[in-house]
């Protein structure tokens, strides 16, 4: 069977999707040797997850840079769908929560992580990310079967979506096994070197978007320093991805957190790393 699967957050793998994406692809590959999976990309990558696995790059193009989401809903609905016709797909897989045109005439499955840009104002307020995400909603309510991750979004996403409860399974993310191996002494001193890590740090990796409520995490370290005298830091990774997001108003700015970690007393014990790699990222995990 040619099964398809949008694999678009691949280009970005240290992200929460990115992560998502990778963790999924990579014991299905060691499942399932029988099935043809093209996995559709919007640019080359480095990935190789076994010889039924056939990434299909489908260029962008076509719209101005500057109108990035744009460019990404007439990736995901006209050029994903004229490729999944050409490639003759018989069932369709989106790893986050958007369908293409040409889905609706086969088999389709949509991961719907969550329902955050309907119950936050900021992420409704710029009329764009508005328009992507109402038309993502609608464009996700044709599919055949949803899958979520908990069974808190499996209510939250029936709420929002208006979805029968029976459409939706829950299918709990995957860990890869990589952050279960201590790196080496060596590389855990490079990357403490790179990053100019403290000699004790609190790990925070969850991103910057602005619904992760940063400042109160700010403040909260601010505070236990203060009241229980830890000797301490708080690590951050992770960056705006501004090719990816529909507008960048959904993130805080590093200055501005930085700012406000210094108004609370905590400027010089807290540490923005930027993008980590897949191994860099444990060895913070295991020096956390």
């Known amino acids: 069977m040619r099964i398809g699967i949008n694999c678009k957050y691949l280009t970005v793998p240290f992200s929460g999707i990115g992560q998502y994406t990778v963790n999924f692809l990579e014991p299905l590959a060691k499942l399932d040797q029988q099935n043809e999976y093209y996995l559709f990309i919007n640019e080359a990558v480095d990935f190789n997850f076994g010889k039924n696995f056939k990434v299909v790059v489908v260029p962008e193009g076509g719209i101005s840079k500057k109108q990035s989401y744009l460019r990404r809903l007439y990736w995901e609905q006209f050029k ?70 908990s069974e808190y979004s499996r209510i939250d996403v029936t709420q929002v979506y208006h979805l029968k409860p029976e459409t939706i399974e829950v299918i709990h993310e995957g860990i890869s096994p990589r952050y279960f191996e201590r790196p080496s002494d060596d590389f855990i001193r490079q990357v403490r070197k790179k990053f100019e890590l403290p000699h004790s740090y609190i790990l925070y990796v969850g991103g910057l978007k602005r619904h992760k409520n940063l400042r109160v995490l700010l403040k909260s370290f601010a505070t236990m320093i203060e009241e229980k005298k830890i000797d ?34 905590v400027g010089d014990r807290v540490h923005f790393v930027g993008y980590v790699d897949f191994d860099e990222l444990n060895a913070l995990y295991h020096e956390a």
Not at 83 to 95: C, T
Not at 102 to 127: G, L
């Open 80 to 149: 994903l769908s004229r490729a999944l016709k050409q490639n003759q797909i018989e069932i369709y897989h989106s790893l986050y929560q958007t369908l293409p045109t040409a889905a609706r005439n086969i088999p389709s499955v949509v991961t719907v992580h969550d329902a955050i840009p309907w119950h936050f104002d900021f992420q409704r307020k710029d009329p764009r990310y508005r328009f992507y995400s109402d038309f993502s909603r609608w464009s996700c309510k044709r599919a055949d079967k949803i899958v979520t991750i």
């Open 232 to 265: 301490t830091h708080l690590v951050l990774p992770g960056a705006i991805r501004k090719n990816m997001a529909v507008t960048s108003d959904i993130y805080y700015t590093v200055p501005s957190l930085e700012k406000y970690a210094f108004e609370h007393g």
